[in-house]
């Protein structure tokens, strides 16, 4: 479904991603990992379009979307939720999800004219709210919900633009462990699906192991290690370079 062929960016001198080149197929869930300033976000920023590449290329199903604008691969089917949440912070919970509930229908520009006709589109976003269990809070405006509450609207948004491939940044980060299950159940639910990609930078290692199909690992911008999550973490190459030297995996995985 999804294919970067010697991906890579440059900044000035430096070489953040180097030539990855790395397919993933549908019905299953990746986790990127890699120690700090390894390259996983920017990987994701050039997958997405919020960075255009130096070299290399992204193919969706056979497409080349290397000279798309992020918003152009978005319509195409890449969805992505970012470490940071990416919200409409003076509108209510319902009016963020309804707004990409519409943005999918293609509604946006007769969105202030016509909303009262179409009901079924407000229904359809309260649907996705009530799965991200935050009816509690659909008329709040944005800014006013604690940051785990934060973290699943933009996950409702993420689902009500129905991608084939959603690219999760680091979901949990700030969530407290209440907070966490109701995002890992949201991810299990899309993976159970079968129908959809999914890709996850993770450095909590038990989400990782519980989650992925398959774990990619990035050091210095190059792919190193590709593999089931088992064999993965037991390599050499893993354990040398990422569990360290007197670190454990959670202090040698850290997000970029």
Request: aromatic share 4%; hydrophobic share 45%.
């Given at each position: 479904?999804?294919?970067?062929?010697?991906?890579?960016?440059?900044?000035?001198?430096h070489?953040?991603?180097?030539?990855v080149?790395?397919?993933?197929?549908?019905?299953?869930?990746t986790?990127?990992?890699?120690?700090?300033?390894?390259g996983?976000?920017?990987?994701?920023?050039?997958?997405?379009?919020?960075?255009?590449a130096?070299?290399?290329?992204?193919?969706?199903?056979?497409?080349?979307?290397?000279?798309?604008?992020a918003p152009l691969?978005?319509?195409?089917?890449?969805?992505?939720?970012f470490?940071?949440?990416q919200?409409?912070?003076?509108?209510?919970?319902?009016?963020?999800?309804?707004?990409?509930?519409?943005?999918?229908?293609?509604?946006?520009l007769?969105?202030?004219?016509?909303?009262?006709?179409?009901r079924?589109?407000?229904?359809e976003?309260?649907?996705?709210?009530?799965?991200?269990?935050?009816?509690a809070?659909?008329?709040?405006?944005?800014a006013?919900l604690p940051?785990?509450?934060?973290?699943?609207l933009?996950?409702?948004?993420?689902?009500?633009?129905?991608p084939r491939?959603?690219?999760?940044d680091?979901?949990?980060?700030?969530?407290?462990?209440?907070?966490?299950?109701?995002?890992?159940?949201?991810?299990?639910?899309l993976?159970?699906?079968?129908?959809?990609?999914?890709?996850?930078?993770e450095?909590?290692?038990?989400i990782?192991?519980?989650l992925a199909d398959?774990i990619?690992?990035?050091?210095?911008g190059q792919?190193v290690?590709?593999?089931?999550?088992a064999?993965?973490?037991?390599?050499?190459v893993?354990?040398?370079?990422?569990l360290?030297?007197?670190?454990?995996?959670?202090?040698?995985?850290?997000?970029?």
């Open positions: 479904m999804l294919e970067t062929r010697n991906l890579s960016i440059k900044f000035g001198g070489t953040a991603v180097d030539a080149s790395c397919t993933f197929e549908p019905g299953t869930l986790a990127i990992v890699g120690p700090n300033g390894a996983k976000t920017t990987y994701f920023n050039l997958i997405s379009g919020q960075l255009r130096t070299a290399g290329q992204v193919l969706l199903n056979g497409q080349d979307l290397s000279a798309l604008s691969r978005t319509r195409q089917g890449l969805g992505r939720a470490q940071l949440t919200l409409f912070a003076n509108l209510s919970v319902l009016e963020n999800v309804r707004l990409a509930v519409q943005a999918r229908a293609g509604k946006g007769r969105m202030l004219s016509v909303w009262l006709q179409h079924e589109l407000t229904d976003a309260m649907n996705i709210v009530e799965r991200v269990h935050l009816q809070r659909a008329h709040s405006p944005a006013s940051h785990g509450d934060q973290r699943k933009e996950v409702a948004m993420l689902m009500a633009l129905q491939v959603y690219m999760f680091e979901p949990t980060a700030g969530m407290s462990v209440d907070e966490v299950p109701v995002i890992l159940d949201l991810i299990r639910e993976k159970a699906s079968r129908q959809h990609l999914i890709l996850l930078v450095h909590k290692m038990d990782v192991r519980e398959r990619i690992v990035l050091h210095m792919l290690a590709d593999g089931e999550p064999a993965v973490i037991a390599s050499p893993v354990q040398q370079a990422y360290g030297l007197g670190l454990d995996e959670e202090e040698a995985l850290q997000p970029c």
